[in-house]
C-alpha cells in the first residue's frame, strides 16, 4: 500500500515540553510539506522541502522545526516557544514530476492536545 | 494577493439538490486550482482539479466552472448526497517551482436525508 502515514494520532504536550511528529511517505514523492488546520482558518503551511537536506519556512514556521534527512520521512517538532500549539497537523507531498506532478497528497493527521 | 477567498463559510443542502461553492484568487501567476474534500478527523482528499486553459471540468458529479477574467472558480456538486456531507476546500497553486498551496478558508456542507 502506498501512502503517506502520520504518527501519532493524538498527541499529548505538558508545558515547555517539544514534541515530534512522524511523517513518512512510501510514494517517492520529492516534496514534503506540514500544515496547521485550525477551525475556520484553512490550512496553513509551516514548512515544506523538495529535496533532501533542504528545507524552507511556510507562512507559520515560528515554534516550529523540520528536517529532512530521508526522501521518505519529514519529521515536524513543536517547541515549547510555539505558546499556542493545539490544532490538527496535516502532511502532504506532492511527486514533483510526472502527470500529477502538483498534485498535493495528504496524511491522515496529528491531533495535538496541550495538557 | 495571495489570499484565496471562499464563500459560503457553511452551506445546508436538501438531498437531490445542487452544491455550489465559490472561491476568488488575486494572484494571477496562480495556474493550477484544486478542490479538496475533507471528513471529520481525516486529511484532505483530492476531488478534482483545473487549469485555467479550460473554462470547466467535469468528473462524475462534481463540476469546476472557472472564470480567467473575474479570478473565480467555483465547485458544483449535482445531485447531492448525505455522503457528501464534509469540509471543502479550494486552493491556488503556480505549477512551476515549488508547487505551494494557497488555501481557502473552508466551506462545511451539510446534505439534508
Known amino acids: 500500500d502506498g501512502g503517506i502515514t502520520q504518527s501519532p494520532k493524538y498527541l499529548f504536550r505538558k508545558e515547555g515540553q517539544n514534541v515530534t511528529l512522524s511523517c513518512e511517505q512510501n510514494?517517492?514523492?520529492?516534496?514534503m510539506y506540514w500544515y496547521r488546520q485550525d477551525p475556520g482558518q484553512g490550512l496553513r503551511l509551516i514548512y515544506y522541502s523538495q529535496i533532501v537536506n533542504d528545507f524552507q519556512k511556510g507562512d507559520i514556521a515560528e515554534g516550529y522545526s523540520v528536517s529532512r534527512e530521508k526522501k521518505e520521512s519529514f519529521p515536524l517538532t513543536v517547541t515549547s516557544a510555539q505558546k499556542n500549539p493545539t490544532a490538527f497537523y496535516l502532511c502532504a507531498s506532492t511527486p514533483g514530476v510526472g502527470r500529477n506532478q502538483e498534485t498535493q497528497y495528504f496524511g491522515p493527521g496529528t491531533r495535538l492536545l496541550v495538557l | 494577493q495571495q489570499q484565496v477567498k471562499q464563500s459560503p463559510q457553511s452551506l445546508i443542502v436538501q438531498k437531490g439538490g445542487i452544491s455550489i461553492i465559490n472561491c476568488a484568487y488575486e494572484n494571477t501567476a496562480f495556474d493550477y486550482f484544486p478542490w479538496y474534500q475533507q471528513f471529520p478527523g481525516k486529511g484532505p482528499a483530492l476531488l478534482i482539479a483545473?487549469?485555467?486553459?479550460?473554462s470547466e471540468k467535469k468528473e462524475g458529479r462534481f463540476t469546476i466552472s472557472f472564470n480567467k477574467s473575474a479570478k473565480q472558480f467555483s465547485l458544483h456538486i449535482m445531485d447531492s448526497q448525505p455522503g457528501d456531507s464534509a469540509t471543502y476546500f479550494c486552493?491556488?497553486?503556480?505549477?512551476?517551482?515549488?508547487?505551494?498551496?494557497?488555501f481557502g478558508t473552508g466551506t462545511r456542507l451539510k446534505v439534508l436525508a
Open positions: 510514494l517517492n514523492h520529492d516534496a
Open positions: 483545473i487549469r485555467p486553459d479550460v
Open positions: 486552493a491556488a497553486s503556480t505549477t512551476s517551482g515549488t508547487y505551494k498551496y494557497i
